[in-house]
């Protein structure tokens, strides 16, 4: 059961956010689970690096598949991280499939069984929209009212949210870019944003979306 996975706390009905050490960023990083009743879907999970905690991790997630089918989905060819462990473990018994964006499906190297683009049909009723990134995409999920980011919109301290800093955006992408092209988001009924870097924003999230967009865009803060 997701209730197992080692430190996983259920944000709103059927999501889960659990954290697991990234022995390369040596920072924690927080990753999502759905649980959609007859799927399951992880998004850019990483599995515990210790040894006592991986196999915590792996029996519960072991628990919460039930032998049903397993969607994996990558918001970028960075967030690989435990996406191909999880889904060799499970294609066989329970038909796990790997969804990624299809501007990363030759850096992440590997089989992409779904690549897909901003508008694709997804598992469970997840929407992908774009970044202003050709390979990184953001998550909505309908039912939750839920924003899940990978690395364009990030969690802090001194700020609930803040789009991508320059440092991490190749030449030709801006920040002001990345605010334009999430843009639409701004106007979805938002209550939860769920970045894989920070923690979640729980408290006016859909004010504090469009107020990152802005500064990004230059026109506030």
């Known amino acids: 059961m997701l209730t197992l996975l080692p430190g996983a706390e259920e944000l ?12 390369e960023w040596q920072h924690d990083v927080a990753c999502v689970a759905l649980d959609a009743g007859e799927t399951l879907v992880l ?3 990483l599995a515990p690096p210790t040894l006592r905690e991986a ?21 970028l ?21 790997l969804w990624a964006p299809a501007g990363s499906v030759k850096r992440l190297d590997t089989v992409v069984d779904r690549p897909f683009a901003p508008g694709d049909p997804l598992p469970a009723g ?18 939750q009212r839920a924003i899940v980011a990978g690395d364009v ?18 030449r030709t992408a801006s ?10 988001m701004a106007k979805l009924p938002v209550e939860l944003i769920v970045p894989t870097h920070g923690p979640p924003v729980r408290n006016d999230a859909r004010r504090t979306l469009a107020t990152a967009f802005a500064e990004a865009a230059g026109t506030a803060g």
């Open 12 to 23: 709103a009905p059927g999501l889960w956010r659990w954290e697991a050490f990234h022995e």
């Open 43 to 45: 998004v850019d999970p």
């Open 55 to 75: 196999r915590r991790f792996w029996k519960a997630l072991d628990a919460a598949t039930r032998d049903r089918p397993v969607d994996v989905i990558v918001t």
């Open 77 to 97: 060819h960075y967030h690989r991280r435990s996406a191909v462990a999880v889904v060799g473990r499970y294609r066989t018994r329970a038909g796990a499939l």
């Open 126 to 143: 997840v929407e992908a929209f774009g970044s202003g990134r050709d390979d990184e995409v953001v998550l909505w999920l309908p039912a």
């Open 153 to 170: 919109l990030l969690g802090g301290v001194r700020k609930p949210l803040r789009v991508i800093p320059t440092s991490w955006l190749p």
């Open 175 to 184: 920040r002001a870019g990345v605010a334009q092209a999430l843009a639409p």
